[in-house]
């Protein structure tokens, strides 16, 4: 299941008020129409971009996914294996994959994602600045979508976005 819709307004809509004056990159959020309302209510954005990466794709990529549950590192068994199997390449400790990630469990989460997501793209669809990629391979999607954030996006020093981080 997912956060409610109020807790997810309460936590992210004073974040982004102290982040006024500059750019800002959700990932994630929001999720449902009811977040992306209550962010319209307060914000005007720029653009909206939606990743479509085929069922199967996102399958192999999440069911492959380890994580070490202490630090929080993750591992891919397809492109970023620990050095030894199952096993924390800085501790040792066992790896853990998530019941979420189990392919079982993935497509029903995939599926209920896909249910909620839709009235949000339709949302930012009428309002012209969804812009949407398709593809399987970051390093061919990529370019397209840091082309679009370039424009969008005005440059501001690295120590001045650090220094209004909690």
């Given at each position: 299941?997912?956060?409610?819709?109020?807790?997810?307004?309460?936590?992210?809509?004073?974040?982004?008020?102290?982040?006024?004056?500059?750019?800002?990159?959700?990932?994630?959020?929001?999720?449902?129409?009811?977040?992306?309302?209550?962010?319209?209510?307060?914000?005007?954005?720029?653009?909206?971009?939606?990743?479509?990466?085929?069922?199967?794709?996102?399958?192999?990529?999440?069911?492959?996914?380890?994580?070490?549950?202490?630090?929080?590192?993750?591992?891919?068994?397809?492109?970023?294996?620990?050095?030894?199997?199952?096993?924390?390449?800085?501790?040792?400790?066992?790896?853990?994959?998530?019941?979420?990630?189990k392919p079982e469990a993935l497509m029903?989460?995939?599926?209920?994602?896909?249910?909620?997501?839709?009235?949000?793209?339709?949302?930012?669809?009428?309002?012209?600045?969804?812009?949407?990629?398709?593809?399987?391979?970051?390093?061919?999607?990529?370019?397209?979508?840091?082309?679009?954030?370039?424009?969008?996006?005005?440059?501001?020093?690295?120590?001045?976005?650090?220094?209004?981080?909690?």
């Open positions: 299941m997912l956060v409610p819709d109020h807790v997810m307004t309460r936590l992210m809509l004073p974040r982004l008020e102290q982040l006024s004056g500059y750019s800002w990159l959700l990932d994630g959020f929001p999720r449902t129409l009811a977040q992306a309302l209550a962010l319209n209510n307060l914000y005007q954005l720029d653009l909206v971009i939606s990743l479509n990466i085929p069922y199967e794709t996102l399958r192999e990529r999440l069911s492959d996914r380890w994580i070490h549950p202490p630090s929080g590192r993750v591992y891919n068994m397809g492109f970023n294996q620990p050095r030894v199997q199952g096993k924390d390449d800085i501790t040792g400790e066992p790896l853990i994959q998530h019941d979420d990630d029903a989460r995939l599926r209920h994602y896909k249910d909620v997501a839709k009235p949000v793209i339709d949302l930012y669809k009428s309002q012209g600045i969804l812009h949407s990629f398709s593809g399987t391979e970051t390093d061919r999607i990529w370019p397209y979508i840091n082309s679009l954030l370039s424009t969008k996006m005005h440059p501001q020093p690295l120590d001045a976005c650090q220094s209004r981080t909690p």
